[in-house]
């Protein structure tokens, strides 16, 4: 075995940076919402059959006798319903859609279909869950 090569990289500068060199890699929120959603879709795409629909129902919604009927039916457009899941957070006026489909096909149209879509004035944000709970 020879000597180490010198042709390689000049490591003695690394930590130093120029003014020119550094960037501005700060994002707003809705970047980076917007970046989380698509590691979300890139992630569960392939093997996620849950998702999660929020901002979608309200507390107050939640004693319509014909809620769940009307969101299965809504997510039938996409896929078969294993299992359909109105939580709310604990301490919070919010309310979590959660939806089983069938396939991971199912969830990934349901996704790109309901995620940014205007509901009852209201924005929804759909994404892949990871509720081991849900998806037994």
Same mark, same amino acid.
Request: aromatic residues 8%.
């Given at each position: *075995?020879? $000597? !180490?090569?010198? %042709?390689? $990289? #000049?490591?003695? #500068? =690394? %930590?130093?940076? %120029? !003014?020119?060199? /550094?960037?501005d890699l700060s994002i707003s929120g809705n970047e980076r919402f917007l970046i989380m959603q698509k590691l979300a879709r890139g992630t569960g795409g392939n093997n996620c059959k849950t998702i999660s629909l929020k #901002? =979608?129902?309200? /507390?107050?919604?939640?004693?319509?006798?014909d809620l769940e009927e009307e969101i299965t039916s809504e997510c039938l457009n996409f896929g078969i319903v294993d299992k359909l899941?109105?939580?709310?957070? $604990?301490?919070?006026?919010?309310?979590?859609?959660?939806? *089983?489909?069938?396939? $991971?096909?199912?969830a990934e149209k349901a996704v790109s279909a309901l995620n940014q879509r205007w509901f009852a004035k209201r924005l929804i944000i759909a994404e892949f869950s990871s509720l081991p709970v849900l998806n037994e």
């Open positions: *075995v020879g $000597p !180490a090569s010198t %042709n390689g $990289p #000049n490591l003695s #500068n =690394m %930590n130093q940076t %120029n !003014a020119e060199d /550094k960037e #901002n =979608m129902v309200t /507390k107050e919604e939640l004693y319509d006798e899941v109105l939580y709310q957070v $604990p301490g919070s006026s919010e309310v979590i859609v959660y939806v *089983v489909f069938d396939s $991971p096909s199912s």
